[in-house]
C-alpha cells in the first residue's frame, strides 16, 4: 500500500527553505485516519483499504454511519450470531466524516490509525479533491478560448465562441465541441506535487504549489505513482 | 485568511525579531550569498522606499543610485537570506510609498533626516 492519507485543505501561504529560496505551499491538515475496512480479492475482488477522516457528531450520523465503525447491538446481529456468521472487524472509533478507499495491496488492519508520519520519506504526492463550483461557465472560462474582438464590428459577442463547425458537409456540430456548460465542482487530482514539509506534532503536510478545492475542503492524498 | 494553523505556520517561517526600519531609512542589507560551497555577505545600501505585503510574506524595497542611475531591490524580510539590516540614516516622510524619489535626480534625492527622540 502507497503512503495514503485523508485531510482537509486549510490554505496557502509562503515558506523559506534552509537555503534560502521561497516556496508556494498548501497547508493541508491530514489523519490520523482510521482504517475502516479493508478489501480483499475474496470478499470484494479488489484489494483496497478503507480510511475515515474527522469525528462525526454522533446525532447526526445515521446508524448504518455508526454501524460502520462499531458493532451495534440488534436483533438482526443477534441472529446472525446465532446462524453462526462472524461480524467483520470493526476499528471501533466514531463514525467519520470524510471516508474513501484507496486501492493496492494492503498492509494495515483494521483499526490502525494513520499519520502523516508515513509520508516522511517521500517526495512527491497527487492531491486529489472536489474542485471550486464555477456554475454555468461560457467557453472563454472554460476551455480559456479567446473570445472576439472588442472592436472592429464585433457586437455583442466579445465573449462568444465563434464558429463551432463547417457548412453542408458534414452539416452538423461533431460530438465533443467545446461550448459553455457546467465548470468546477468536479473530481480533480493534482499530480506530482512535490512534499515540502511534514508536521507530526500538529499532523500538518505542507506540499509545494496549488491543490483543488477551497479551503476547507476535504482531499485525498497518496504517494505518486508517476515516474 | 486568519486561521489558527495558518497562523501558526507562518509564525514558524517568521524571524524571531522582526528587524526594525521605517520607510525612508537609509540602511545596509547584509545578504548571504552562495558562491559554489562558499558563503559571503554582500551589502545593499539605499533608501527603504515602501515595504509590502504582510506577515512572513512581507517584502521591502531598498532604492539606491548606482553609476548615476537608479537601483531598486526588493527583500523579503523574514528571508534567512538575510543576515541583518542596519539603519544608517532616518529620513522625514509622509507617506508609505516614496515613489516620488524616482523623479528625481542629484542633491533632490536626499530627505531631510529625522531626530530621534
Known amino acids: ?227 | 485568511m486568519s486561521n489558527a494553523i495558518m497562523d501558526m505556520v507562518n509564525k514558524a517561517n517568521q524571524k524571531e525579531e522582526a528587524p526594525k526600519f521605517d520607510i525612508g531609512d537609509t540602511v545596509d542589507v547584509h545578504t548571504k550569498i552562495l558562491e559554489g560551497a562558499k558563503e559571503r555577505i554582500q551589502v545593499f545600501s539605499g533608501v527603504v522606499i515602501g515595504r509590502s505585503g504582510k506577515g512572513s510574506q512581507e517584502m521591502f524595497m531598498v532604492r539606491r543610485i548606482v553609476a548615476g542611475q537608479g537601483v531598486e531591490r526588493k527583500f523579503p524580510v523574514h528571508s534567512p537570506r538575510i543576515d541583518k539590516i542596519e539603519v544608517k540614516r532616518s529620513g522625514v516622510t509622509r507617506r508609505a510609498k516614496l515613489y516620488f524619489l524616482r523623479d528625481r535626480v542629484g542633491k533632490a534625492v536626499r530627505l531631510k533626516e529625522r531626530r530621534r527622540v
Open chain 1, 1 to 227: 500500500m502507497l503512503p495514503s492519507i485523508l485531510g482537509r485543505k486549510v490554505g496557502m501561504t509562503q515558506v523559506f527553505l534552509e537555503d534560502g529560496t521561497a516556496v508556494p505551499v498548501t497547508v493541508v491538515q491530514a489523519g490520523p485516519c482510521h482504517v475502516l475496512q479493508i478489501r480483499s480479492k475474496e470478499r470484494d475482488g479488489y484489494e483496497a483499504v478503507q480510511l475515515g477522516f474527522e469525528d462525526k457528531p454522533r446525532r447526526l450520523a445515521a446508524r448504518s454511519e455508526r454501524g460502520q465503525v462499531a458493532a451495534l447491538d440488534s436483533k438482526r446481529s443477534k441472529n446472525r450470531a446465532a446462524a453462526g456468521v462472524e461480524v467483520a472487524a470493526k476499528a471501533d472509533c466514531e463514525p467519520q466524516r470524510f471516508v474513501r478507499e484507496f486501492r493496492g495491496p494492503v498492509n494495515a488492519t483494521v483499526g490502525d490509525a494513520l499519520t502523516v508520519e508515513q509520508f516522511t520519506d517521500v517526495k512527491n504526492v497527487d492531491v486529489t479533491g472536489t474542485s471550486k463550483g464555477r456554475g454555468f461557465s461560457g467557453v472563454m472560462k472554460r476551455h480559456n478560448f479567446a473570445g472576439q474582438r472588442a472592436s472592429h464590428g464585433v457586437k455583442k459577442c466579445h465573449r462568444h465562441a465563434g464558429g463551432t463547425g463547417m457548412s453542408a458537409s458534414p452539416s452538423r456540430v461533431f460530438k465533443g465541441k467545446k461550448m459553455p456548460g457546467q465548470y468546477g465542482n468536479s473530481r480533480v487530482t493534482t499530480r506530482n506535487l512535490q512534499v515540502v514539509s511534514i508536521d507530526t506534532e500538529n499532523n500538518l503536510l505542507l506540499v509545494r504549489g496549488a491543490v483543488p478545492g477551497p479551503n476547507g475542503g476535504f482531499v485525498s492524498i497518496r504517494q505518486t505513482n508517476k515516474v
